[in-house]
């Protein structure tokens, strides 16, 4: 390697194109999932005759198997290959939304949205390193800008979707509508993707480390949403011995001769540690804010589930923008540029909504969620590029597990954070619901500083090819 010209970036082809569109099937039927629920949550707690606490476990427990599913991601990529494993897994996630479709009661709905959500938890994972191993390094960034743009894109159609689907048909066909994506996907993908080999490295799973890790993900989130329902001894008890047990999920990772589930000496190698930062404060930021803002709408504003959803379109525009700019742009400027860009973008587009409690316009929220849009899509892939086109390739599903994980687990403490902050500030704003949530932006606000500051400790210049 001499100087410091970058290679010319390989042309992306029509083939590979054809797998990033396969593999982004299943992503896009996993998380639209975790959003499409939430728009019937109403009609669930009519047919089952439930409470409101007894239905929110149906979303809940659909998160605590995603968390749960995401560690085990890298050990199963490597031990029946990538391939393998996502078809796995999208079977799982088919098998999961049938059984809830035929649900009869709350308890048996939530027991198979779990299942469901093992399935959904390793789709995201073990896709993207699958189509990393197959792009090369030299065209992941290209490939990953495309993809990474589908988990933005969900949080604004779940409602859309969620909502049509209930205005012509009934509850089960929230389920339902997982089938034909995931039949094609997995049609495709047989026919399509190309087998990547299992790692030679045969490892045994890390028993000891997933009895800490995932348990202890699953009660941390679990006492955080005690907390925010402000029942005060199961929230003691969820996040005391959530910490305890990822306490000695790092200790354990340190000292163990044997391969850990998620290593987390990988955290402390340049630039994985501060890509990892932000993306979990950023996860945190960009997911609290699509749970706070739907809403916001239909509580604060009396806007009805499809009414919000579009509403929060033109985050997903903003986001599509997004995409083509850092596709055309990722192989020309150095990544950094382009996420602390795009974190300064979506501390710009947050700014607004600080100021709810003076009757923001429509018209201010729609650019403001279009900027948020633009800046989110110009944040995922550079990261995700960064680390891909920068370690060994059997390393690649340790490490996009590690990296979803991340997201995900950010994405879900920080919207039980932000709900726990939101109860306390309704509580003490009484009825100006708007004002309550404007202090809560506040908090949003300063995920993305960490988040910037995080950004910051990222390589100025871009992998080169040896």
Request: aromatic fraction near 6%; glycine fraction near 10%.
């Amino acid at each position: 390697m001499s100087g410091d010209t970058a290679p010319a970036p390989e042309r992306v082809d029509r083939h590979l194109l054809r797998v990033a569109f396969i593999l982004v099937l299943g992503t896009f039927m996993a998380t639209l999932d975790a959003t499409i629920v939430s728009v019937g949550i109403d009609t669930l707690t009519d047919e089952f005759d439930a409470s409101v606490a007894e239905i929110q476990w149906v979303t809940t427990a659909y998160l605590l198997a995603v968390v749960g599913a995401v560690p085990a991601s890298g050990w199963l990529a490597d031990r029946f290959g990538g391939k393998r494993t996502w078809l796995a897994a999208v079977g799982v996630f088919l098998l999961g939304s049938v059984l809830c479709a035929l649900a009869w009661s709350v308890t048996s709905l939530i027991v198979f949205r779990v299942v469901q959500g093992l399935g959904g938890g390793l789709l995201p994972a073990t896709g993207q390193a699958l189509l990393a191993r197959v792009a090369g390094p030299n065209r992941t960034g290209r490939v990953i800008s495309v993809v990474a743009v589908v988990p933005l894109l969900s949080p604004v159609f779940g409602p859309l979707v969620g909502g049509s689907v209930l205005a012509v048909g009934t509850w089960p066909w929230l389920f339902l509508i997982n089938l034909p994506i995931g039949l094609v996907a997995a049609l495709l993908a047989r026919r399509h993707v190309p087998a990547v080999p299992p790692s030679t490295r045969r490892t045994a799973f890390d028993l000891r480390g997933a009895a800490l890790l995932s348990p202890g993900l699953a009660v941390l989130v679990y006492g955080l949403t005690e907390v925010a329902h402000g029942r005060t001894l199961p929230a003691t008890v969820g996040v005391t011995a959530g910490l305890a047990m990822l306490a000695g999920f790092t200790v354990h990772g340190l000292r163990t001769r044997a391969t850990p589930l998620v290593d987390p000496r990988l955290f402390a190698r340049p630039p994985f540690g501060a890509a990892a930062l932000a993306l979990l404060v950023l996860g945190a930021s960009v997911f609290g804010t699509m749970f706070l803002l739907p809403l916001y709408f239909q509580t604060g504003r009396g806007l009805s589930a499809w009414e919000a959803g579009l509403l929060l379109a033109p985050q997903g525009l903003g986001a599509a923008a997004g995409s083509v700019l850092v596709n055309r742009t990722i192989d020309k400027v150095a990544p950094r540029t382009l996420v602390v860009t795009g974190i300064v973008l979506i501390l710009a587009g947050t700014v607004p909504f600080t100021q709810l409690g003076h009757e923001v316009p429509d018209t201010v929220i729609a650019v403001a969620l279009a900027v948020r849009g633009l800046g989110m899509a110009m944040v995922g892939a550079p990261v995700m590029n960064i680390v891909y086109s920068r370690i060994e390739p059997e390393h690649l599903p340790r490490a996009s597990g590690a990296l979803n994980l991340l997201n995900t687990v950010g994405g879900s403490l920080g919207t039980a954070a932000l709900a726990v902050v939101l109860q306390n500030r309704l509580a003490a704003r009484g009825p100006d619901i708007s004002s309550a949530f404007a202090d809560t932006f506040w908090w949003v606000l300063g995920f993305c500083l960490i988040a910037a500051a995080g950004a910051t400790r990222l390589p100025r210049t871009r992998a080169r090819k040896a």
